[in-house]
């Protein structure tokens, strides 16, 4: 088989993969449905494994106010990075009935030398949902701030309160730091 040949059907099949992630995730406006569907609702149990291998249970945190960082991970450096070091380390966000976890769908292993890097990254829970079955149960594979659409998470938070119910949801494109607003949401609950 010649050269350019094989190149051809490379790019065909690439074509077909694309075309299949695209045919089979949903649209941003459906997960935007799902989203808007899911506040007032209890929010979707799971069991996921942290970085230090505990797994955790949502319905385990009822009685605390829960932020749930759904992101890109490892790949997205600096932006999610920074968001889950800034998440981690706010005192306000990690006590005082409130727990912030980050959620990525990479395996534990790709962590190691992002700790080494941003030791602060260590400092939050991250937890890994390398199925991508949390991810997709809770809408986030398809949304507007997703740069890997059906692939991965894009940058949104989920507020739940004590009793498990999601109030808010917070997809946010823009990749910036929103702690404040997260503070006067929980507030708010």
């Not at 790019?11 to 993969?17: E, H, M, P, S």
């Not at 605390?64 to 380390?89: D, S």
Request: proline share 6%.
């Amino acid at each position: 088989m010649s050269k350019r040949l094989l190149v051809i059907l490379a790019v065909i099949a690439a074509g077909f993969l694309g075309l299949a992630v695209l045919v089979k995730s949903p649209s941003p406006r459906q997960s935007s449905a799902v989203l808007t569907a899911m506040v007032g609702k209890t929010a979707p149990d799971f069991n996921l494994p942290d970085q230090t291998g505990q797994t955790v249970s949502l319905n385990s945190l009822r009685g605390k106010k829960v932020v749930l960082f759904f992101n890109e991970g490892i790949t997205c450096y600096p932006a999610c990075w920074n968001q889950m070091a800034a998440l981690a380390t706010d005192a306000a966000l990690n006590g005082g009935g409130v727990v912030s976890l980050s959620v990525v769908v990479d395996k534990p292993s790709q962590w190691t030398e992002a700790f080494k890097q941003m030791p602060d990254l260590a400092k939050g829970r991250i937890l890994f949902d390398t199925s991508k079955e949390v991810s997709g149960r809770y809408g986030m594979l398809s949304l507007p701030s997703s740069m890997h659409r059906g692939m991965a998470p894009g940058h949104t938070y989920v507020l739940i309160d004590q009793k498990g119910v999601v109030r808010d949801i917070k997809d946010n494109p823009p990749m910036t730091v929103i702690n404040d607003q997260i503070k006067k949401d929980l507030e708010k609950m």
